[in-house]
């Protein structure tokens, strides 16, 4: 089993694999977990590395501090790919991995992509995790919780990876123009506004931004002296025009989430559509615009239409199973359904009342009757006298107080004439009706 193959330096790898930082002070990004102080940065300091998961998107920089670990260790390294390897290749390292633990040496084993070994092939791991024989570190785009065996992930520590800033990423393209393993030897005439490009561009993407910064240098102009000049003509063919009006951080993407909530709410599904398409083609993550659709299913319908939610929620799943340009058509469908729905914002105003009430009554007791008491003393404390079980009744409802005394009589939930909200609006009447008059002054 070669170790640590996936790190080996070489001048005719591309410059985001020649220029992986050493240490965690050439590190970039991920200060909430190595930062000075932080829990992660002590334990590879120390060199008391634990079981532990990296979860994250590509390129923020999960394998790059495996390879640190791996430099700093005194502990056997070695790397392991879920994309290549199998059960057999898994008992090979596990049986090296136990030589090593009877000779009194410890064997870090980094699982790349580990989401992507079947159950069997996780379960495989998980006696030589707990008797100590390795310690595991594994690395996954997606969510462990569903895609980790629940024994494994229970003995390891997850570390949740962001998305690198622009800031972040233009640090590392200016260091890729300077340092010697990348092209500090040449002479490069970059504007920081094509830097700042180049890092928007890559959204998040360490190894995105250095590939655009590679592509876009090898295809700059040489002039006699061999310096190279990267012009904005070379820039928009390397990377879509569109990242020059498109700022996924910055103020048109705030107005073009807002053009595309307020068309909604206003019922007009072809701008809806068209600023839909404005935010997929300029880049933008089709996942945020799927939560900001569920949001809008509840703030803006409602009740009015409960199927919008559960449409919405729908295509949030979708967009995370295929992703884009796939996705397009479901985000599409969800997009112009709340256009086209009545609307309400009852449930918007429901809990902004309610907020405001539990805020200025923060301290309100519970009522005795709606209490728990699983204990003797809380019943001797009357916790649960006079409860009134719904079920018991042929209404299936009491006219039991539930709100605090200084709130009774509070309404927060006015439901419109809006679509099937109309319908609950009858039967909240009836409700408030029949407790009117089954109700003890």
Known sequence: MNQITLFENNKNQPLASRLRPRDLDEFVGQKHLIGEGKVLRKLIENDNISSIIFWGN????????????????????????????????????????????????????????????????????LPFVEKGS?????????????????????????????????????????????????????????????LNIIAEFANGDARSALSTLEMVILNGEVDNNGNIEVTEETLEQCISKKTLFYDKNGE???????????????????ASVYWLARMLEAGEDPLYIARRVTRFASEDIGLADPHALELAVSAYHACHFIGMPECSVHLTQAVIYMAMAPKSNAMDVAYNLAKHDAKEHIAEPVPLQIRNAPTKLMKELDYGKGYQFAHDYEEKMTAMQCLPDSLVNREYFKPTEQGLEAKYKAKLQQIKDWKKSHSID
């Open 58 to 125: 590509p390129g923020i920089g999960k394998t790059t501090l495996a390879q640190i670990i791996a430099n700093k260790t005194n502990s056997n390294f070695i790397n392991f790919s879920a994309v290549t390897s199998g059960i057999k290749e898994i008992k090979e390292v596990m049986s090296q991995a136990e030589n090593n633990r009877k000779l009194g040496q410890k064997t870090i084993l980094f699982v790349d992509e580990i989401h992507r070994f079947n159950k069997a092939q996780q379960d495989a791991f």
């Open 134 to 194: 390795i310690i595991l570190i594994g690395a996954t785009t997606e969510n462990p919780s569903f895609e980790i065996n629940s024994a494994l992930l229970s003995r390891c520590k997850v570390f949740v990876f962001k998305p690198l800033e622009t800031e972040d990423l233009v640090t590392l393209l200016k260091r890729a123009i300077t340092d010697e393993r990348g092209f500090g030897n040449e002479t490069i005439s970059i504007s920081d506004e094509a």
């Open 252 to 270: 048109e993407h705030y107005n073009i989430i807002s053009a595309l909530h307020k068309s909604m709410r206003n019922s007009d599904p072809d």
